[in-house]
């Protein structure tokens, strides 16, 4: 059973949450969820969310990182109610258990590793990666196929409330930011970016997003050094750099 989180956190990731039996209880954006057996949950975990409880089961998680996930070049009419503030919650308990059935050996083959030690037919690490990402994308369109046949009716802006035209700001603000985090960057280059003055871009973001501007950029700083700390032999202040951190002590202070 997962363990309850006691403090709200939020990442860079499209985060699946897939429920094969029992319940998971989460706060998510200050509103209690629940996500119940069969169901498969999946949003942008950059809004704030703890999970405060769940009933003992068989639960999966898989974390696509954002970058990856705007790489894809999805419709929008699919991408769109992932960047509003609620998660897409599907009833599909058979393509649940297909996903979760790979997500292990997904995990095996990102990180570098085949089961038993070695790669499959001699291919590299890399070609195996590769392949387990492609997978992970095709099970991504599957859910999201899965959920519009579910709610045929549901508006393709992606919030009901969440113009479809504020989502794309949001989207492109959030892909300037990824693109250039590891420089120097104000509130204005971002709002520039999409034609909005600073003031009304920082409240589109926030209120669409869950989060700051500001925060945004931090947390794709922090993703870039844990990337860095995980796959280089780069020193301490050479990361700190290298992730967009002006100083060493901001570096300290943030990770």
């Not at 709200?8 to 119940?36: C, W």
């Not at 989207?171 to 693109?179: E, H, I, P, T």
């Amino acid at each position: 059973a997962p363990p309850p989180m006691f403090s709200m956190h939020r990442h860079d990731d499209v985060e699946i949450n897939l429920v094969l039996d029992g319940q998971l209880h989460y706060l998510f954006g200050g509103q209690p969820l629940t996500i119940r057996e069969g169901e498969i949950a999946v949003f942008w975990a950059a809004q704030p969310h703890g999970l405060v409880g769940s009933r003992t089961g068989d639960m999966c998680w898989v974390h696509v990182p954002f970058s990856m996930f705007l790489s894809w070049g999805l419709p929008e009419s699919q991408t769109a109610p992932l960047l509003s503030a609620q998660p897409l919650i599907t009833h599909a308990p058979e393509l649940a258990r297909r996903i979760a059935h790979m997500a292990e050996r997904w995990g095996e083959e990102v990180g570098g590793s085949e089961p038993g030690g070695g790669t499959p037919d001699g291919a590299g690490d890399e070609d195996s990666a590769a392949i387990a990402q492609l997978e992970i994308q095709a099970a991504m369109r599957r859910i999201l196929r899965a959920s519009s046949r579910a709610n045929p009716e549901a508006p393709t802006d992606g919030g009901g409330s969440v113009p479809a035209a504020r989502l794309r700001q949001v989207s492109a603000m959030a892909q300037y930011v990824r693109d250039h985090h590891r420089s120097p960057i104000a509130v204005a280059d971002i709002a520039a970016s999409v034609h909005l003055t600073p003031s009304h871009a920082m409240t589109v973001f926030r209120r669409t997003a869950g989060v700051t501007l500001g925060d945004y950029v931090t947390m794709c700083r922090v993703a870039e050094a844990q990337r860095l700390l995980l796959t280089t032999s780069l020193k301490v202040t050479e990361i700190a750099e290298e992730a967009g951190f002006g100083s060493l002590s901001s570096f300290y202070e943030h990770v």
